[in-house]
């Protein structure tokens, strides 16, 4: 790093990883509820909601889950150099 110019990626790194952490911990959650729906809908506890199968739920849940995984490991914001 050169004298006098401010390490602005580190400000954005610092930030967007933030950003990336709480979208992980978001959707995370959502993939959570979503397989809890499609195991409750599967053992057939409660009737299909809104016509979605339990392999909808199961399905949509394994895709946030892995957003969720896409997330979190965008947010190191290590250095490439």
């Known amino acids: 790093m050169k004298r006098g110019v401010p390490n602005t990626t580190r400000m954005i790194n610092k930030e967007g990883g933030y950003i990336m952490g709480m979208l992980a911990l978001i959707f995370g959650i959502l993939g959570g509820l979503c397989a809890v ?12 909601f809104a016509e979605l199968s339990w392999m909808f739920w199961l399905v949509l849940s394994g895709i946030l889950l892995l957003a969720s995984i896409a997330f979190t490991v965008s947010s190191g914001g290590g250095s490439y150099e």
């Open 37 to 48: 729906m499609g195991i409750i809908t599967a053992t057939a506890v409660i009737p299909e």
